[in-house]
């Protein structure tokens, strides 16, 4: 499974990538602006750090403008991933420009109907939005079960990106499940590293070997 990282703040992808374990990113309008940063001026510099897809995300809601937004944010870098939402443009938008060599990632994906329709379309990524889900009482991971099946059941080569992940446990049953990337946020990437058992055990180690010396 491919883990990307959540976040369009430099220094959080420096992080990361420092780590070696990182094998994209994501962004969205709601992370570029806390990064405070335009997306022109940052998507060229992460994608040159990361060396592998980046996400950045249309403004445009009508067709046309969606279209030209697009090829814009295509040409900034070759590693940029261009992510529409999943509306009526953004469908329309992946179909005109996929057969240019175009990527997208079509995210706010909250339905397998609407999933199999951006697979159809062509999209490289689908981003089902599993926390939010779960923020109205919805199993998001049921979701991403579906997703699986049914693109398993057809053969779609679009990938599985389950986003808004917020915890570990998001993360591991999505790997249960066989969703080929999370994108998750530099927090829950070092929760994932700590285990309170691993703590307890390298202590009890290094105070078993400290008397042996002194023994
Ligand atoms: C990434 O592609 C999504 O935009 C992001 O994971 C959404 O996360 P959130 O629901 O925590 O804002």
Known sequence: MQIFLDTAVFEEIEEAVSL???DGVTTNPSLIAQ???SLEQEIPRICELVKGPVSAEVLATEYE????????????H??????VPLTEAGLRTVVKL???GVRFNVTLCFSVSQALLAAKAGATYISPFVGRWDDIDRPGLDMVADLVTVYQNYGFDTQILVASVRSPLHVSQAAILGADVVTLPL????QMIKHPL??????????DARRAEQA
Request: charged share 25%; no cysteine.
């Open 20 to 22: 070696g374990l990182i």
């Open 35 to 37: 990064a405070g940063k």
């Open 65 to 76: 403008a969606m279209v030209l937004e697009a090829q814009k944010l295509a040409a900034l």
């Open 78 to 83: 070759e590693h940029v991933i261009v992510k």
């Open 98 to 100: 996929r057969p240019q």
């Open 187 to 190: 927090k829950v990437l070092k």
């Open 198 to 207: 691993t703590d307890l055990g390298l202590a009890r180690f290094l105070e």
